[in-house]
């Protein structure tokens, strides 16, 4: 005679998971992400501060290119960008030497400013987001070298130099 008692059993336990099963692979994933996640953040915002420093080597050479073609540097970002209308001509308040989004003043998480100095210019980049899109504050005038300060005030011309 045939036990269907077990039969059905093994039926039942060949139609899926339970839920301590399912339990176990939920707190194995969520570990996982309790460590991935704060790493995938870290990384983030190391890029985002590598985009920020290119950002303002991009803005150096803008404003060498810029002095030499008009004789003075650039005040503002809008200068250094792309003219507003579509097709229209370069010239002193649009050059059209950097990217519109940069011209802009945000990129890669970070808000740049240009500001006009005696001695010629400073441009200052600063975390949208403080500790989410970056952790550095960064400076660069004329000289064409990169300041930083680990914190949220703003860096200046006597923060120490990125290396």
Known sequence: MLNLKSDS??????AGFSLVELLVVIAIILIILFFAVPQYNKARMNAQETGAIAGL???YQAEIQYQSEFGDFATSLAQLGPPAATGGTEGPSSAGLIAGGLAGGNSSGYVFTV??????????AVPKTFN???RRTFYSDQSGIVRQNWGSDPATANSPEVK
Not at 9 to 14: D, K, L, M
Not at 115 to 124: E, R
């Open 57 to 59: 080597k991009t803005i």
């Open 115 to 124: 500001t006009q100095t005696p001695t010629g210019y400073s441009v200052t």
């Open 9 to 14: 059993t093994s039926r039942r336990r060949q």
């Open 132 to 134: 989410s899109t970056g």
